[in-house]
């Protein structure tokens, strides 16, 4: 079986175990129970009606957001445990977004290269949306804001605004403002990822930022065989990502998706889990 159609598989499967209820879509419902508590490792919004688990980027802000509690140990320690363990290959087959945002780049209209500066905005969105806000901007009760959540994420007006406002006609009474703009940034992302390969991933994810940040570290790791590389670079051509696979194989926007290690005709590139410490970039 092809690489990227396994790889297809998994996506759906992961994202329909994180939101099994798909009935709820018709009712207007959320999904209830002990499970909602705790955290997919991917960016899936807790208030979707179909989502049985929670999303770690929203539940690390409920916890800095609350009165008295500035930091989730649970949280932290769940991302810091699966991105080390797996890196971004969480983006690549994990992550219910990143399925959709990959569906939308097949549409049929000319693509572009991501402008690079963009891609260091998810690090600026990581420390100000998603920690620093929320601790500093507090009511008078010590309560923060969870700015990510309420100001930005696409996801949650795609996965939990718009179906919720289809089946509750008694919300578009009271929208405003604040729902208009995050319209707009979905509207954005959209076009964005038809026209570039996974663009909410490369520039705007915290969650992808974070597992970025790992990526060097984790033990499920992109292996270079120096030795047997001929510098043809197949595996640069192939990658969606924009990494060269031969001169940085940790390279933070690598999401593991294996296209690199196909697409090799040496058998240089390898998937696995290793203990060894990535190699330096080299000038290939």
């Not at 140990?73 to 769940?78: D, E, H, L, N």
């Not at 939308?104 to 402008?115: A, D």
């Amino acid at each position: 079986m092809r690489q990227s159609i396994r790889r297809k598989l998994i996506q759906m499967l992961a994202f329909f175990m994180s939101n099994p209820q798909l009935d709820n879509f018709l009712s207007g419902r959320l999904c209830k129970g002990e499970w909602k508590s705790l955290c997919v490792p991917g960016l899936n919004c807790y208030s979707c009606p179909a989502a049985a688990f929670a999303c770690p980027i929203g539940a690390l802000q409920a916890v800095i957001t609350s009165a008295g509690f500035w930091f989730s140990y649970y949280v932290a320690g769940f991302l810091l445990a699966v991105g080390v363990l797996l890196g971004r290959f969480i983006c690549g087959f994990l992550c219910p977004f990143g399925l959709f945002q990959e569906l939308l780049h097949k549409v049929p209209m000319p693509k572009r290269s991501l402008w690079v500066p963009l891609l260091y905005a998810k690090y600026f969105i990581l420390l100000i949306f998603v920690l620093l806000l929320p601790l500093l901007w507090t009511d008078f009760s010590g309560a923060g804001r969870p700015t990510f959540c309420e100001y930005i994420c696409p996801v949650g007006t795609l996965e939990a605004g718009l179906p919720l406002l289809a089946v509750h006609p008694e919300f578009r009474q009271v929208l405003g403002g604040l729902f208009a703009w995050k319209s707009l940034i979905l509207a954005l992302v959209i076009i964005g990822s038809m026209l570039n390969y996974r663009f909410f991933c490369k520039s705007l994810c915290p969650l992808g930022a974070i597992y970025g940040l790992l990526n060097r570290i984790s033990l499920y790791r992109l292996q270079l065989r120096r030795e047997a590389c001929v510098a043809c670079g197949k595996c640069r051509s192939v990658c969606h990502m924009g990494v060269d696979p031969a001169r940085n194989p940790g390279a933070a926007e690598c999401i593991r998706c294996g296209e690199c290690v196909a697409a090799c005709p040496e058998q240089a590139l390898s998937l696995g889990f290793s203990i060894k410490c990535h190699e330096k970039k080299t000038s290939l």
